[in-house]
């Protein structure tokens, strides 16, 4: 499966901004939100994907591998998870923490193009020849 990297990277601007918002609004149930986003990414369904083929109708010039964005998505999931498990038992720097470290990753896909799950799932295959 091929992905078009514009809509990765209007993903990640779109996900950089809602964990922005979560972590000026204190909002468990954005990061909620966004979690849910992040699953239906992992599986291949990405609503941000969705929005940016409505909007761009010209083809892409180049397609990627899935597979690294789409583990990227569930590494995504997994902070906003544990950001969730934060807000649930009221251990605020959890909370925040995992957010702001899922931010992070967001912003260094929007802003530069560096996929920093895209990266792991790569080292990861490298470092595990049954992975392949």
């Known amino acids: 499966m091929q992905v078009d990297p514009r809509a ?32 239906l990414g992992a599986a291949g369904a990405s609503p941000y994907g969705m929005i940016f083929k409505g909007i761009v109708k010209s083809p892409p010039g180049e397609l ?20 969730l498990v934060g807000y649930a038992t009221q251990i605020t720097p959890l909370a925040l923490g995992a957010t702001a470290a899922a931010l992070f990753a967001a912003f260094l896909n929007a802003a530069f193009g560096f996929c920093l799950g895209c990266e ?5 295959r490298r470092l595990l020849p049954a992975a392949r």
Request: glycine fraction near 6%; aromatic fraction near 10%; proline fraction near 5%.
């Open 64 to 83: 990627e591998d899935a597979g690294p964005p789409r583990f990227a998505q569930l590494v995504g999931l997994a902070f906003a998870l544990v950001g």
């Open 8 to 39: 990765l990277r209007f993903a990640a601007i779109l996900t950089s901004v809602v964990l922005a918002l979560v972590l000026i609004l204190d909002s468990p149930w954005l990061l909620a939100a966004q979690a849910v986003v992040f699953a």
């Open 120 to 124: 792991m799932y790569l080292i990861i």
